[in-house]
């Protein structure tokens, strides 16, 4: 596409670039937006639920299921030898991940049978009737005692990082633990299956996959895809964790209708949700790093050890981005990121915002505290003297160069607004006359890479319809989990045909209307599918163009769709009465679009291309506040900056930039997973696992968009992703914590790990009080 059509005057735009409300927003808060759990059930709707060893790892020498068949209401039970096709919903079956498990079990709460009955509580009843005979095993729980992989280690090699470490004037090696997090989606997993007449299936699936859905069921009905329809309209949240992770409970809802002949719905309790289904991936890191005395990196070796649990799943994707984002914004010099995947007894780890950039880049920050303070200097200065910059220090760890560089601009300008020169000596001066209560202060920016690293799913298709009152018809492969995707995509449509939003009707994602496509994830939703419309929309224009010059002799630049008409030289003329015309004519006013991203290029195996179209920047400010007598903190203030290139929709953009947040500060500060010796999950429920809650955020919340020219690259409008990239912006509190407890003792480095909870700053403030003793 010519940047031409891109880099259109914000006067000239009458939909894009403003901050309409969310399609949804009025049937949200009122309670009228459907969920797969408010369709209406088709009569004879049967239900599931799933059953499951009480054991970790282990095999089952026996199965006794016949007081689950003669439970009240119970029509059917199903074990793996049911299963007509493939037994498996791994990503791109890869053959690891079992929907009904065999006689070898890998996790607490691997499903092994399923009980379909008359209603929901029925067959949860039903289940707790099984007997298991079982020799159970020493689950692998912890990195510490994994020795299994699920993939082979894999590194990025810039230079010779070990004599560059060896021969610099400072050096230190360190180990810390970055925890995992559940998603913890307000609408769990679910799925209905609806059989046709012929051995076709409809399955409604909360899923940021469809077309990976359809792909396992059609395997596992042993029936080809086309016989296969998968539609979600919306989802109460995913997170990530419905991007793979939503395919089994939609197969085994297609098993059990295809078994009985019946619907079947299958929705997953909030504790067995939480039991079964894969987290953020945790890490223990191991590193070596050589500096100077200004605080200039010269090597750095560091090692990623991930759970990835029983099973491969998006281990590969998910550590991959793990170790593209251990720079963050940092240039290291010479380096060494290595990767190491971990096969345990816990339940597979998958997708969750940020897809493994987080950790990575936790990592880096953590790394430019530990310099700082080891130099008695203001991190801020360590870290923008570590920034990437043009020239020769504009290289990442994987050779791609850095062309789009904001963050020495953006980070300045969130310095001056936030105060923070005047404010870190304030701070100082308050620690040091308060023995008790400390305070904290970090600034710390943010650099995400923009697209899949698994380059085919760098592709979207879309399917617009005019029709002949000039209303318009869209569907589009991306899913709506509440992230405002479908919004922003229809006012591309609608700014491309010049009418108001009322005009687009936003229809459900199904796989028999845009076929192929790639998950809702990766930040890329409204990169891929907006264009993809976009390209739809011009095609039909096209025609439209052709049309007018043969009937009315007008030339395609005499010709304007805006406000609601079309501007034909000196004729005007509604956009039905256009299309109404053109179908006189018999030109068609339907088109499917395509896009696939261009320019990107990565190569696994050679470790070498480009793997990003850009990147997204952003920086945040946070003050916090800990009592050094009981691990208590609270956040004081928030201040952030962020890069979103041209907005397509601004209200839209900071709603997600302070969701990011929240959730992101969630995963750093309360929400702490916890596995029992027995391999047990038992942060399984809301009472036992801390999300946010509205009194966690500081009265000063301050959101602002980065204002710069767009993307330099042709992104849809010029604007950027803005999913994912938002969630690494509170990597600041945890580093004003980290801040804070440095206080405790100046000069002494704080070993504090993730989340920060307040068992973990008690312990970080033990040790420093230790070093003073």
């Known amino acids: 596409m010519p940047p031409s059509d891109v880099m259109v005057p914000d006067a000239e735009l009458s939909v894009v670039r403003k901050s309409l409300p969310h399609d949804s927003a009025p049937r949200h808060v009122t309670g009228s937006a459907a969920y797969i759990d408010d369709i209406r059930e088709p009569a004879g709707t049967l239900h599931i639920a799933p059953g499951y060893a009480p054991i970790a790892a282990g095999k089952i020498t026996a199965l006794d299921l016949d007081a689950v068949r003669t439970a009240p209401g119970v029509v059917a039970v199903m074990t793996a030898d049911d299963i007509p096709g493939a037994n498996d919903v791994s990503p791109k079956l890869l053959g690891d991940d079992p929907a009904l498990a065999g006689d070898t079990i890998r996790f607490h709460g691997q499903v092994v049978f399923i009980v379909i009955a008359k209603t929901r509580d029925q067959a949860r009843r039903a289940t707790k009737k099984a007997k298991f005979t079982t020799v159970a095993e020493t689950p692998i729980i912890d ?320 399917l617009v319809h005019l029709y002949r009152d000039g209303s318009l018809h869209l569907n589009h492969g991306g899913t709506e989990m509440g992230q405002g995707l479908f919004l922003k995509v229809a006012q591309v449509v609608a700014e491309e045909f010049g009418v108001d939003m009322g005009k687009v009707a936003i229809t459900a994602t199904r796989t028999d209307k845009v076929p192929n496509t790639s998950p809702t994830a990766a930040s890329s939703g409204t990169d891929l599918n907006a264009m993809a419309a976009l390209n739809a929309c011009k095609i039909i224009k096209d025609r439209l163009f052709a049309f007018i010059e043969e009937k009315w002799q007008v030339p395609r630049s005499q010709v304007k769709f805006r406000d609601n008409q079309v501007l034909l030289g000196n004729r005007v003329m509604s956009l039905g009465e256009l299309a109404n015309a053109a179908y006189v004519d018999r030109v068609q006013l339907s088109s499917a679009g395509f896009y696939k991203t261009p320019t990107i290029a990565w190569d696994r195996d050679k470790a070498e291309g480009r793997p990003f179209f850009y990147f997204a920047y952003g920086a945040s400010c946070t003050e916090v506040t800990i009592d050094t007598m009981t691990g208590e903190m609270k956040v004081d203030r928030i201040d952030v900056l962020h890069d979103v290139g041209k907005s397509l929709n601004p209200a839209i953009d900071i709603g997600q930039i302070e969701g990011g947040f929240v959730q992101g500060m969630g995963w750093l500060t309360t929400e702490e997973l916890v596995w029992d010796k027995q391999g047990r999950l038992r942060t399984h429920a809301p009472s036992t696992y801390k999300i946010p809650a509205a009194s966690d955020i500081p009265e000063h919340f301050k959101v602002e968009l980065f204002e710069s020219d767009g993307a330099r690259v042709d992104t849809i409008y010029r604007s950027k992703a803005v999913g994912e990239p938002p969630l690494m912006l509170p990597i600041s509190v945890f580093c004003a914590i980290n801040n804070a407890v440095a206080s405790v003792n100046p000069g002494t480095v704080p070993m504090l790990d993730a989340p920060a909870t307040p068992e973990a700053i008690m312990k970080a403030v033990r040790a420093m009080t230790a070093g003073a003793d």
């Open 143 to 462: 990195v510490d005692d994994a020795t299994d992989l699920v993939l082979p280690d894999y590194a990025f090699i810039q230079g010779d990082p070990e004599a560059a470490i060896a021969t610099a004037p400072r050096i230190f090696e360190d180990s810390f633990r970055v925890g995992g997090q559940e998603h913890f989606y307000l609408e769990g997993q679910i799925a209905m299956a609806v059989p046709g007449e012929a051995g076709e299936m409809l399955v409604y699936s909360s899923t940021q996959h469809p077309s990976e859905v359809q792909h396992l069921v059609s395997h596992a009905l042993h029936v080809p895809s086309s016989a296969v329809t998968v539609e979600i309209r919306r989802m109460g949240g995913g997170f990530g964790g419905k991007e793979s992770q939503a395919s089994q409970w939609a197969v085994l809802a297609a098993l059990a209708a295809a078994k009985t002949k019946r619907p079947c719905k299958m929705r997953l309790d909030r504790d067995d949700d939480m039991i079964m289904t894969g987290k953020r991936h945790d890490f223990r890191v191991d590193y070596r790093v050589g500096y100077d005395d200004e605080g200039l990196l010269q090597g750095v070796d560091v090692t990623f050890n991930a759970r990835c649990g029983h099973s491969e799943d998006l281990s590969m994707g998910v550590v991959d981005r793990t170790m593209f984002h251990a720079d963050n914004s940092y240039f290291y010099p010479q380096s060494r990121v290595l990767a190491r995947r971990l096969r345990t007894n816990t339940c597979s780890n998958t997708a969750f915002r940020g897809f493994g950039g987080p950790q990575g880049m936790v990592f880096a920050e953590r790394m430019m505290d530990q310099i700082a303070y080891r130099l008695g200097k203001d991190p801020l200065d360590v870290r923008k003297a570590n920034f990437y910059r043009d020239g020769s220090r504009d290289r990442t760890p994987y050779g791609m160069q850095v062309t789009d560089n904001l963050l020495h601009e953006l980070v300045a300008e969130l310095e001056t607004k936030c105060d923070y020169r005047a404010r870190r000596a304030e701070i100082t001066a308050w620690n040091a006359q308060s023995r008790i209560l400390k305070r904290g202060l970090a600034l710390t920016p943010i650099k995400f890479g923009i697209s899949f690293t698994l380059m085919m799913l760098n592709q979207a298709g879309a």
